[in-house]
């Protein structure tokens, strides 16, 4: 995950309005909302957007350090837009002994992403996960909204292409006016 929330980059104009909703819907603003909620708004944004974040100190009163404390704390959550498919690759004991750290090794060295990072064309993320609850099908991963069971790194190559190959058939939409 990226922790580092000082980046310099330039802030893409976010809508809000979901965030301030779910902020407004809580019976109160007591820290034990604030975990639940950064996972709600990330599911709105598929990333935790820096105005976003700001709300949410105010909200619950808390310091930049302390949120953004609990934000690196969780591997889950995360401050830059991922790819548009997120490689969860299953860590857990199962699949760990059955090769997993082999796959992500071969994933990185096709296409340079550690876990945590997104490749350069921005389609995917790598991300580890705990065991993901399917333990004879190990190694195990979950891409984009598709489970994937008994992988290695030839058959995760030829899932990825299969992404790749639909994403560059997705047809353009042009813009209008
Ligand atoms: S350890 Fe990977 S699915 Fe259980």
Do not use: W
């Not at 090794?105 to 350069?120: A, F, L, S, V, W």
């Amino acid at each position: 995950m990226d922790t580092n929330p000082c980046a310099t980059e330039e802030v893409e104009e976010i809508d809000l309005a979901p965030t301030e909703e779910i902020l407004n819907n809580l019976p109160d603003n007591s820290r034990g909302h604030l975990i639940p909620t950064l996972d709600r708004v990330q599911n709105i944004y598929r990333f935790l957007p820096e105005p976003a974040v700001e709300l949410m100190m105010e909200f619950f009163n808390v310091a930049r350090a302390e949120i953004y404390g609990v934000i690196s704390f969780y591997p889950q959550l995360r401050i830059t837009e991922p790819g548009k498919y997120i490689i969860k690759l299953c860590y857990g004991t199962a699949c760990f002994v059955k090769g997993a750290p082999i796959i992500g090794d071969k994933i990185n060295d096709k296409y340079h992403i550690k876990p945590g990072e997104t490749d350069d064309s921005k389609l995917f993320t790598l991300q580890t996960a705990s065991c993901l609850g399917n333990c004879g099908a190990a190694p195990m991963a979950i891409i984009g909204e598709d489970t994937h069971g008994t992988i290695d790194p030839e058959k995760t190559f030829d899932i990825l292409s299969e992404y790749k190959k639909d994403d560059e058939e997705m047809p353009v939409t042009e813009e209008v006016g």
